[in-house]
């Protein structure tokens, strides 16, 4: 009764699309996926290739712990793969190289007999 019908329906063709036009929405997701880029996926990346070169450099000597939690020392690296650990005295365990959790501490160089 108080409302003009063409004000009525200005007011309707607004809430028929209250998210806007589509471009409006690309507007707001790609700074939305910049952000998301350079806070999440480029600093994940570059973790996973940090530990992929530190598995890669396992060597004799080097004490490792595994994803399990067994401390133990690199005793002979087997191939790419797989190293065999000491856990005990005696006991060697083979292990896949990404089972290890960590490395705690480098091992010597082997050394080179000079006689």
Same mark, same amino acid.
């Given at each position: 009764?108080? !409302?003009? /019908?063409?004000? $009525? @329906? #200005?007011?309707?063709?607004?809430? &028929?699309?209250?998210?806007?036009?589509?471009?409006?929405?690309?507007?707001?997701?790609?700074?939305?996926?910049?952000?998301?880029?350079?806070?999440? !996926?480029? /600093?994940?990346? $570059? @973790? #996973?290739?940090?530990?992929?070169? &530190?598995?890669?450099?396992?060597?004799?000597?080097?004490?490792?712990?595994?994803?399990?939690?067994?401390?133990?020392?690199?005793?002979?690296?087997?191939?790419?793969?797989?190293?065999?650990?000491?856990?005990?005295?005696?006991?060697?365990?083979?292990?896949?190289?990404?089972?290890?959790?960590?490395?705690?501490?480098?091992?010597?160089?082997?050394?080179?007999?000079?006689?």
């Amino acid at each position: 009764m108080f !409302i003009t /019908p063409a004000f $009525a @329906q #200005a007011a309707t063709d607004t809430a &028929a699309s209250p998210f806007g036009s589509g471009f409006e929405m690309i507007i707001l997701f790609v700074p939305l996926m910049v952000v998301w880029y350079f806070l999440l !996926i480029r /600093p994940q990346r $570059a @973790q #996973a290739k940090k530990r992929d070169e &530190a598995l890669k450099a396992i060597r004799r000597g080097d004490q490792v712990v595994t994803s399990g939690g067994l401390v133990g020392k690199v005793t002979k690296v087997i191939d790419e793969k797989e190293v065999e650990v000491e856990i005990a005295d005696g006991v060697r365990v083979r292990i896949v190289r990404t089972g290890v959790a960590e490395i705690r501490v480098k091992g010597e160089p082997v050394k080179a007999d000079a006689a």
